[in-house]
Nanobody, 122 residues
Framework: LRCSCRVGGGLVQAGGSLRLSCAAS????????MGWFRQAPGAERLFVAA????????YYADSVKGRFTISRDKAKNTVYLQVNSLKPEDTAVYYC???????????????WGQGTLVTVSS
């Protein structure tokens, strides 16, 4: 089982919005958790948001609460990250990942998609 994720990033002005999507290959079990992380240049990879595949329960980093929304479409085996009110400090490479249980540390996610760069201009 591999997570083959496709993410749409890009360049956006501060205050703008973007939607990232990640389509996972193979079956995603109800117990799985899909997460989004981001990594700014020269910085460590940080947790952004996660969603329980079965229940849809969501979890967010404090820095994105109220601005970012994670969701999933079970039929499409896809997880989304709606990012609103973007700030220059949101500039980073964004990654989706899959874990077998809720986790906030990158090391606990076994499968990763390729990252996509989101650049927010001021």
């Amino acid at each position: 089982l591999r997570c083959s994720c496709r993410v749409g990033g890009g360049l956006v002005q501060a205050g703008g919005s973007l939607r990232l999507s990640c389509a996972a290959s193979g079956r995603t079990f109800s117990s799985a958790v899909m997460g989004w992380f981001r990594q700014a240049p020269g910085a460590e990879r940080l947790f952004v948001a996660a969603i329980r595949w079965g229940t849809g329960g969501t979890y967010y980093a404090d820095s994105v609460k109220g601005r970012f929304t994670i969701s999933r479409d079970k039929a499409k085996n896809t997880v989304y990250l709606q990012v609103n009110s973007l700030k220059p400090e949101d500039t980073a490479v964004y990654y989706c990942a899959k874990a077998t249980e809720l986790a906030y540390a990158p090391a606990q996610y076994k499968y990763w998609g390729q990252g996509t760069l989101v650049t927010v201009s001021s």
